[in-house]
């Protein structure tokens, strides 16, 4: 509380930082001073992620790495740690920032078992084993560190699109407010960040498979560059703050959801609730009408398919 915490010098972990969020927050981080290591699966983009580190060093003695691991296991998280950990003797990082994910939006019934399987995995399992793994070392080292989840504004709400993506979403918010309040036993500080849409790799990616209607739904949120969103992020880190949050939609769902996690200042928090009690059942009603003009489309494009044919198989 109220000294700023600051990166220079400290050992930054990202996980998912080849690119987008995850890079734009390594490379801030690399300005600011910090040895900065990230993980992410494809070699290549690693290698490019690790020369535009380099290229923002402010001093030659600043510790860059890059390694390639999939940390959708525990056994890949754990091996993702110790690499990381090697060149500082086994110590344990001192902020962890949970980076990884991609979204796979889908209508429910067409998604197939793989598809929910592969959103827990590089949602869900990829913070919970990486904060798992990073909490018994830092515990054991008695490392009063820093670990930041990355949710989304659908951790907060959801709509139309979103079964295989927001449930993990919200899940990782339950896994943050609880290690927020039990870390509190080792002195480790627990963050979790709401991003909107962000101009990423991975934003360009999931549009690619997006139905129509949950676009026309985010047409109301006006996406923003990473670098952004990073800056925002990486401020929140630095100020102390639980719940991090950089745009209007997003702190309006989050005063109407608070739950049990701190909010910051009472007033600011009230003046966003009062907005949502009115501002979000308009919201929904919009979208609500729009999802139901949808349907004879949908059914259309379902038949198009075959999916009755095929019973939804
Ligand atoms: N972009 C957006 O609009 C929003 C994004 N978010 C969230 O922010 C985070 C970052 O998003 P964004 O920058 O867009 O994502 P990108 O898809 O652009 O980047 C994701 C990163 O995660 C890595 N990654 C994915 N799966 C694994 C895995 N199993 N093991 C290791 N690394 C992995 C990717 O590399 P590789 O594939 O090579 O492993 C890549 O470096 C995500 O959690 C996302 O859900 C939240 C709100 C909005
Ligand atoms: C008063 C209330 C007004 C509300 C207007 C709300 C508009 C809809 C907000 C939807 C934003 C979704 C962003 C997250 C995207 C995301 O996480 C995935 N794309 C993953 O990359």
Redesign the pocket.
């Known amino acids: 509380m109220g000294q700023k915490w600051t990166p220079k010098g400290k050992h930054c972990y990202l996980?998912?930082?080849?690119?987008?969020?995850?890079?734009?927050a390594a490379l801030q981080l690399v300005k600011d001073g910090a040895n900065v290591s990230?993980?992410?699966?494809?070699q290549g983009?690693?290698d490019v992620?690790l020369k535009k580190m380099e290229a923002a060093r402010v001093s030659p003695s600043q510790k860059l790495a890059a390694y390639?691991?999939?940390?959708?296991t525990a056994a890949?998280a754990q091996a993702?740690l110790e690499a990381v950990c090697t060149p500082f003797a086994g110590q344990a990082p001192d902020a962890v920032f949970?980076?990884?994910?991609?979204?796979r939006p889908l209508y429910f019934v067409e998604a197939k078992e793989e598809d929910f399987k592969s959103q827990i995995?590089?949602?869900y399992?990829?913070?919970l084993w990486s904060a798992w793994a990073v909490a018994k070392l830092m515990v054991c080292q008695k490392v009063k560190g820093k670990i930041v989840f990355?949710?989304?504004?659908?951790?907060l709400m959801s709509f139309v699109g979103y079964a295989p993506?927001a449930p993990m979403?919200f899940a990782i918010r339950g896994l943050a407010d609880t290690l927020r309040s039990e870390f509190q036993l080792y002195g480790i500080s627990v963050h979790i960040?709401?991003?909107?849409?962000?101009?990423?790799?991975?934003?360009e990616?999931?549009n690619k498979v997006k139905p129509a209607i949950t676009k026309k739904i985010e047409e109301q949120d006006k996406?923003c560059q990473?670098e952004e969103?990073a800056a925002v992020l990486i401020k929140g880190v630095k100020n102390g703050t639980y719940s991090i949050a950089g745009d209007f939609n997003t702190m309006v769902f989050r005063a109407t959801t608070q739950s049990s996690s701190p909010f910051g200042n009472i007033f600011v928090k009230f003046a966003f609730e009062v907005i949502g009690w009115f501002g979000v059942p308009i919201w929904r009603w919009g979208v609500d009408a729009d999802v139901r003009k949808y349907a004879p489309e949908h059914e259309a494009y379902l038949k198009q398919k075959g999916f009755f044919e095929n019973e939804g198989k």
């Open positions: 996980t998912g930082a080849s690119q987008g969020l995850g890079l734009c990230i993980v992410a699966r494809d983009k690693l992620a390639s691991h999939d940390i959708s890949g993702a949970l980076c990884a994910g991609n979204a995995g590089t949602l399992f990829t913070a990355v949710s989304s504004t659908l951790g993506y979403k960040y709401f991003p909107a849409g962000m101009f990423t790799p991975g934003y990616e999931e996406a990473p969103a």
